[in-house]
């Protein structure tokens, strides 16, 4: 969802969340996040080795910075574009660029 759009007090589903859209929802499945909540206080940078594992390739780096970006906002922060998190992500020791 836009992460203008995202209300907090309307998180029912993962695209409810800020930047998460079908197909970010089906990996989070994957990976055994199926409610928002059970985002609280998980680390994206093992959400996303996780998925990399679950789907058998390494994912686009460019979810990871959706993963930082559902992480933080489901721990407090205002909802933000996943591009907001990228330069944070390329600082990552041992993540592809």
């Known amino acids: 969802m836009n992460p203008a ?21 089906a990996d989070l499945k994957l990976i055994g996040i199926h409610k928002p909540d059970q ?33 933080r906002f489901m721990d407090g922060e205002a909802p933000r574009a996943w591009w907001d998190y990228t330069a944070e992500r390329k600082r990552m020791p041992g993540v592809q660029p």
């Open 5 to 25: 759009r995202v209300r907090r007090d309307r998180l029912h589903r993962l695209t409810d969340l800020p930047n998460v859209g079908p197909a970010t929802a």
């Open 39 to 71: 985002l609280v206080g998980q680390n994206p940078r093992v959400l996303f080795e996780n998925l990399c594992r679950a789907s058998g390739v390494r994912q686009d780096p460019c979810v990871l910075d959706v993963f930082i970006s559902i992480a």
